[in-house]
């Protein structure tokens, strides 16, 4: 009988039972995190509870099934002997980060929970050590604001009036102008929002761990996630998966070396172009390069900033890229002048980008041209078949904002995905952009054609069949298509490229299966 599937799977510098190969168990990034360890790339150690135990979570009702923190008391003794600290001790501080992380990337839609295990008697154990009072006061206020907001449902805004309201005061316009009298005032106003909601923060770390994994398991219902998964047709997921891991600090300041946090992408998303692009901020932690309290540096300032950090960082993500097989978009913090690097996955990218990374990366020898056929996605190509500006001179004088498009071309209108829809939108004089290629409907019309197929094969094998009409431009259906066996597809003259490519990836994936066999 074999043994029963482990619940929670470690990752430490250089080893990990986990793989890239496993992200349906253990998620995108706990996947990753995993390769990662395994690579020797210097991460925060940690470990991910599976989607399986996400799962079991909803079917005994919304519980931490029996027996899992006793599991995750025996994963943390090992990211506390990596790390060299201990959780809960206030003379040798182990904090944790918790995240979520499914299978298929949903940026923003789940929720985190940093500086997990502080509470009022470990922040001054954390001053003392790190001999930094502002630093620790500044972890505290963001565990307090995390916390409330995402485990204990208390409104963000209430603790942004509170940030907003003290800087006003003060007379500064960054967080990071605060000083740690200021910090200590907000720490008081937090909990004072704490109480008016009739709460407060738990003072045991374990239990501090315990609700947040609870609460990450349950973003995966929240609104915002289950819309995600319903606007991109992401279905047939078993939830996602927890990610707990040690804290590194951007905003440590301990006058050792420089500190800080970024992401970057290991080509440019928008072009292509072989070159680091991203951004990163010094003194910052978490969420502060995105959440745009302030203006982030280009990446290639680091560069000047912190040399010899910035060729190690270089390095690290191009080696990922060599070892993914694909362009890597990427998080990292550098911690007094220690480079820690706390995600990697396969970079989103625009049509022209696409085209452009799978042609260079195939020439480079990274990827066969196999791979890089099944690298470009149909919808790609779609993007690079609308009308674009062909000089952007002539009209650079017309320019009052600038910003990275989704998509080229151009159109106004609400957007709808029926006929019918648009047709009663007309009426009511909206202006509308109708989408008509929509996927097959596999289990109604696609039975027929599969029914058709076998039929219309057993008497006359050497028959040729195809579709023509709306579907035949759909990489979905064009995948579906050649599955069932036929042998063409007819579409708008507009839709032939993405048609051919979608034809060319399915009869590849269809010949790496048959070879599996």
């Given at each position: 009988m074999a043994p029963p599937q482990p619940r929670i799977f470690p990752f430490l510098k250089g080893k990990s039972p986990g793989d890239r190969t496993m992200k349906s168990l253990l998620g995108g990034k706990g996947a990753n995190l995993c390769e990662m360890a395994r690579l020797g790339v210097n991460i925060p150690a940690g470990f991910t509870i599976t989607t399986d135990v996400c799962q079991e979570f909803y079917r005994v009702g919304g519980d931490l099934p029996p027996g899992l923190m006793d599991e995750v008391k025996e994963a943390l003794a090992l990211v506390e002997k990596e790390m060299g600290k201990k959780f809960a001790d206030p003379n040798n501080t182990l904090l944790l980060s918790v995240r979520s992380g499914a299978a298929l990337s949903m940026p923003g839609m789940m929720d985190t929970v940093l500086n997990l295990g502080l509470n009022d008697a470990i922040v001054e154990g954390l001053a003392k050590q790190a001999g930094n009072e502002r630093f620790a006061l500044d972890c505290y206020r963001r565990l307090l604001q995390m916390f409330g907001d995402v485990v204990l449902g208390i409104d963000h805004d209430a603790f942004e009036h509170e940030i907003v309201a003290l800087k006003k005061g003060a007379g500064v316009k960054f967080d990071c102008e605060l000083d740690a009298s200021h910090l200590r005032s907000l720490v008081a106003a937090y909990k004072a929002v704490y109480a008016r909601n009739g709460l407060a923060l738990p003072q045991d770390p374990w239990e501090q761990l315990r609700m947040g994994i609870d609460a990450v398991f349950r973003s995966w219902n929240i609104p915002r996630a289950?819309?995600?998964?319903?606007?991109?047709?992401?279905?047939?997921?078993?939830?996602?998966?927890?990610?707990?891991?040690?804290?590194?600090?951007?905003?440590?300041?301990?006058?050792?070396?420089?500190?800080?946090?970024?992401?970057?992408?290991?080509?440019?998303?928008?072009?292509?172009?072989?070159k680091l692009y991203g951004e990163f901020l010094m003194d910052a932690q978490g969420e502060d390069v995105v959440a745009g309290i302030r203006t982030p540096v280009p990446i290639a300032e680091m560069k000047g900033i912190m040399p010899e950090i910035y060729r190690e960082l270089h390095d690290t993500v191009k080696g990922l890229e060599t070892h993914m097989k694909d362009m890597q978009d990427t998080e990292f913090t550098v911690q007094d002048g220690r480079l820690f690097m706390l995600q990697t996955r396969n970079g989103k990218r625009t049509g022209a980008a696409a085209l452009r990374v799978a042609i260079e990366m195939e020439r480079e020898g990274l990827i066969t041209a196999d791979e890089a056929v099944l690298m470009v996605e149909p919808r790609h190509l779609d993007q690079l078949l609308h009308p674009m500006f062909v000089n952007e001179k002539a009209y650079a004088k017309d320019v009052f904002a600038k910003g990275l498009a989704a998509s080229p071309g151009a159109a106004v209108g609400k957007i709808v995905f029926t006929a019918d829809a648009a047709e009663e939108a007309a009426k009511a004089g909206e202006h509308v952009i109708l989408d008509p290629f929509e996927t097959l409907d596999v289990e109604g019309v696609g039975e027929l054609v599969?029914?058709?197929?076998?039929?219309?094969?057993?008497?006359?094998?050497?028959?040729?069949?195809?579709?023509?009409?709306?579907?035949?431009?759909?990489?979905?259906?064009?995948?579906?298509?050649?599955?069932?066996?036929?042998?063409?597809?007819?579409c708008s003259p507009l839709r032939v490229p993405i048609a051919r490519l979608a034809a060319a990836q399915a009869a590849l994936r269809a010949k790496a299966a048959a070879a599996k066999k």
């Open positions: 289950v819309k995600y998964r319903e606007i991109n047709k992401i279905t047939g997921l078993k939830g996602t998966a927890v990610n707990v891991q040690a804290m590194v600090y951007g905003n440590y300041n301990s006058g050792n070396g420089a500190s800080g946090t970024g992401v970057l992408f290991t080509r440019n998303p928008a072009t292509g172009e072989n599969r029914i058709a197929v076998e039929r219309g094969r057993a008497t006359r094998p050497g028959i040729e069949l195809g579709i023509c009409g709306e579907h035949g431009g759909d990489p979905a259906s064009v995948a579906f298509f050649n599955d069932v066996g036929l042998d063409y597809v007819s």
